[in-house]
């Protein structure tokens, strides 16, 4: 089955500690996102990747990390500089953003929520 | 910033009603997408929309993409209560020098709750 995996589905931390959450993919998508979702507001971008070893920062990048190693692997780093890590956090994936419109449907993981004591 | 504003911010019906929401901008988009989520779950694609004026059905859902680009409306026909949710709209927005290549900007959803 096709599809995108998040692990884990709940993550706890004390604060202080980076976490690095897990984003897989075997859709062979090049494109990959990383979204944050706080309750009762709307999905905003944190980095996102068009293809190996490139990125870039999104609307809230900052106390986050990624990396892209691999093109079916996307994890990010919630590291002790984010003020205020606690919440669902979700990865996405896309063929590539660049060549058609098509390319614009994003496919969801389950999500991971983090809280941060 | 939020450039998407999606309306109503939630809504309550009984089981069998119809359902309207919509997502207006200022500015034009390219593509408007259109995602249901179950709490604590990834949001879901619906439908997807690419041509201004184009209507596209997916079961009792339908969209459509205005006419000027710069808003879209998401039907839900005979609701039932697994119809419960938040959905979302999504749109590619066409910068003035260029595209936003992959990137969507998201609405901030509307909650529906489909009483029995």
């Known amino acids: 089955d096709g599809g995108i995996t998040q692990s884990p589905k709940y993550l706890f931390r004390k604060e202080g500690q980076n976490v690095t959450l897990s984003c897989e993919q075997n859709l062979n998508h090049d494109a990959m996102y990383w979204y944050r979702q706080d309750p009762g507001q709307g999905l905003r971008l944190i980095y996102y990747s068009q293809i190996v070893n490139d990125f870039q920062k999104g609307d809230i990048a900052e106390g986050y990390s990624v990396s892209r190693e691999k093109k079916e692997s996307f994890p990010l780093t919630v590291t002790s500089a984010q003020k205020n890590p606690t919440a669902f956090y979700l990865c996405?994936?896309?063929?590539?953003?660049?060549?058609?419109?098509?390319?614009?449907?994003?496919?969801f993981g389950p999500g991971t929520r983090l809280t941060v004591t | 910033g939020q450039q998407l504003n999606q309306s109503p911010q939630s809504m309550f019906i009984q089981e069998g009603e119809d359902v309207s929401m919509n997502c207006t901008s200022s500015s034009i988009f390219n593509t408007w997408l259109w995602y249901k989520q179950d709490p604590g779950e990834g949001p879901v694609l619906l439908i997807a929309l690419y041509k201004a004026g184009e209507l596209t059905s997916n079961g009792r859902l339908t969209a459509q993409f205005g006419i000027t680009r710069k808003d879209s409306f998401l039907n839900i026909s005979a609701s039932i209560p697994s119809d419960v949710g938040i959905y979302f709209c999504a749109g590619q927005l066409v910068y003035a020098g260029g595209t936003s290549y992959g990137k969507l900007t998201f609405g901030q959803g509307t909650i529906l709750t489909v009483h029995p």
């Open positions: 996405a994936s896309s063929i590539d953003g660049r060549f058609g419109l098509a390319d614009y449907e994003q496919y």
